[in-house]
């Protein structure tokens, strides 16, 4: 259900933020506020994501398609968050297509028709682009060798989850399951806020090709994005 747009509430103390809508989503409550200049997603009482950066979010589609043998490529972004991986995306020359996995319908509201249109200025509308809504293990399940590059950023990270049941795309059967839905030559892209020995381990277990690229963060410890290539 959703809350009125432009009410002034103030999150737990924080008087510097102002709460513009507060929904219950498909995770748990959904909040979008607005400090300064910056907008923030908050998901069940978990940062998800804000305006103020968004260059490892470009990153992660830039060397995932970059990786990729394909030209066009289809190019999968899960989820969409505030659109910074999207807009990247469609700024490559190389992506024909660009299917979004969003499981939250109201971040995709957000970008039709609310504050987040500010940033992705229609982006979600483009012809290039089809967002599914839903669960994006669901997509990857139905779309086998359908993507060229697949740019996964649902959570924090592999070990920082937004949702305890998207541990399942982290896991060996995870990646297996992203490794069907790429076609031969294709790469996927994983992004955190920070590194993972357990999870680059077993992402080397499933892909012979892995990098790891690190972006400095004034939080301290690096955003880190992995790019797996399938073979051709
Ligand atoms: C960290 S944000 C993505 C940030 C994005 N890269 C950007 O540039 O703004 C995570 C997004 O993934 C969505 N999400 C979380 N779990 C998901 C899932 N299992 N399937 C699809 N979307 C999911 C969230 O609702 C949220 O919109």
């Known amino acids: 259900m959703a809350g009125a747009l432009g009410t002034a509430a103030v999150e737990n103390g924080d008087v510097s933020a102002e709460v513009l809508q507060r929904v219950r989503g498909v995770a748990g409550e959904l909040v979008l506020r607005r400090e300064g200049d910056v907008l923030q997603v908050i998901s069940d009482g978990v940062f998800l994501m804000d305006t103020r950066d968004g260059r490892s979010e470009r990153l992660l589609v830039r060397e995932t398609v970059a990786a990729s043998a394909a030209?066009?490529?289809r190019v999968l972004v899960g989820g969409l968050g505030v659109g910074f991986s999207l807009l990247e995306a469609l700024s490559l020359p190389d992506v024909g297509e660009v299917v979004v996995s969003e499981l939250e319908p109201q971040v995709v509201r957000w970008h039709t028709d609310g504050p987040l249109r500010e940033i992705t200025r229609g982006a979600v509308e483009d012809a290039r682009v089809r967002v599914v809504l839903g669960d994006v293990r669901d997509?990857?399940?139905a779309s086998a060798g359908g993507f060229?590059?697949?740019?996964?950023?649902t959570d924090n990270g592999p070990d920082w989850l937004v949702r305890s049941t998207n541990s399942a795309l982290y896991d060996a059967d995870g990646i297996a399951l992203a490794a069907r839905a790429l076609a031969p030559g294709g790469a996927l892209g994983v992004w955190s806020a920070g590194r993972s020995a357990a999870y680059e381990q077993r992402l080397r277990a499933g892909f012979a090709t892995v990098a790891r690229h690190e972006t400095e963060v004034a939080r301290g410890e690096p955003d880190v994005?992995?790019?797996?290539?399938?073979?051709?």
């Open 71 to 73: 030209a066009p490529a």
């Open 139 to 141: 997509l990857l399940a």
């Open 148 to 153: 060229d590059a697949i740019c996964l950023d």
């Open 225 to 232: 994005v992995w790019v797996a290539r399938s073979p051709r």
